[in-house]
């Protein structure tokens, strides 16, 4: 596997560090101990406050400016952390940006529509649009860029989530560099976890730990789908993103594996698991997760621990894909008082 042979323009703080959470491996291990918890730090990509588009976007970015493109285009829910990592590399790259923002939630509260990701957005100098919940997005994206070419300018439209083989090669450099910081702490890796939704983070890692025959295997909690469709999903983007990288034949169905019992009523809808595993690991550890994504996958991961589902002492690497910025969207979702008393 040779990723320089891929178009790529650094945008990302990268490697991203690989760190014990001994306080949360305490807290969850009770009497009898539990796994080992460590977090990979995807959300200290670094650009706009980081998270896991950054390192799609190295290449989808690079391939934008490959093709001469002078504006991109792209998608996602209101409070898209996808977006705000594509308005800041757009503007990094001196490249326009415009954002179509679909209402998934339905949600009314300013803040949700205006504070957290939409601000940056703005701040990063992108035009935004906005399409009610179930527009078809692509579609309208589409659509958009027709238009611009008519004007004359050179769109380039990149995926929800950036997810397809150009992105996901992101998470396949995601994989080797986890591998080789692994190898070089002594740690065998027995399981990842991480929050899935537009599927080219899982596909990305489980096409370059399959490639790269690591034997770690990968758990995708989904924040959308129901399991049989994000299976499928992650299936169909790995098996494209290994021919892509000239591996094709090397994955197996049961490579891709997503729980989907922690959606809760749906995308982008706070759940009481969400708001304790964000409080406990803000309390823990230290860290931020988000409302979205790496709290439902957490919220999934520490049920799944409380189950008793992974053995004692073993390794399990949670991936934080970032979303911080996303809190500001959510500011009364935590149940927590207004102000402080005096
Ligand atoms: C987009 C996103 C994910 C999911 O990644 P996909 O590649 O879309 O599956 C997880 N966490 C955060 C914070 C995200 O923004």
Redesign the pocket.
């Known amino acids: 596997m040779n990723l320089a042979r891929f178009p790529r323009i650094r945008l990302g703080h990268l490697p991203t560090p690989l760190e014990p959470m001994e306080r949360l491996t305490r807290h969850l291990g009770g009497p009898k101990g539990g796994p080992r918890l460590w977090i990979k730090r995807d959300d200290c990509t670094g650009l706009s406050t980081g998270?896991?588009?950054t390192r799609?976007l190295e290449f989808l970015m690079a391939d934008a400016l490959a093709q001469g493109a002078d504006i991109v285009i792209t998608q996602g829910a209101t409070q898209?952390?996808?977006a705000r990592q594509t308005a800041a590399a757009a503007a990094k790259l001196g490249l326009a940006c415009h954002i179509l923002l679909e209402d998934r939630t339905g949600y009314a509260d300013p803040a949700y529509s205006a504070s957290g990701n939409v601000l940056m957005d703005k701040l990063h100098g992108a035009s935004l649009s906005r399409r009610p919940g179930g527009a078809d997005m692509q579609a309208e994206m589409e659509a958009v860029a027709e238009a611009m070419r008519a004007e004359g300018r050179r769109p380039y439209v990149i995926p929800g989530?950036?997810?397809n083989p150009i992105g996901a090669l992101g998470y396949v450099n995601a994989a080797q560099e986890l591998v080789t910081q692994a190898s070089d702490m002594g740690l065998r890796i027995d399981h990842v976890v991480?929050?899935?939704?537009?599927?080219?983070?899982?596909a990305g890692l489980v096409a370059g730990l399959v490639a790269l025959n690591s034997g770690i295997p990968v758990l995708g909690i989904g924040?959308r789908a129901p399991k049989a469709k994000q299976e499928a999903n992650v299936l169909a983007l790995a098996e494209r993103t290994l021919a892509h990288l000239g591996l094709p034949g090397l994955l197996r169905p049961e490579h891709v594996v997503a729980n989907c019992d922690y959606v809760g009523q749906g995308y982008g809808i706070p759940t009481e698991g969400m708001v304790a595993a964000v409080r406990l690991v803000a309390e823990q550890e230290g860290i931020l997760l988000?409302p979205?994504?790496?709290g439902k996958?957490m919220a999934g991961l520490i049920d799944l621990i409380r189950q008793g589902r992974f053995g004692r002492e073993e390794n399990v690497v949670f991936l934080h894909?970032?979303?911080q910025a996303g809190l500001f969207g959510y500011p009364d979702a935590f149940g927590l008082p207004a102000e402080t008393p005096r």
């Open positions: 998270g896991n588009k799609k898209s952390n996808h989530g950036g997810s991480h929050a899935t939704g537009s599927a080219g983070t899982q924040v988000d979205v994504y790496s996958g894909t970032g979303g």
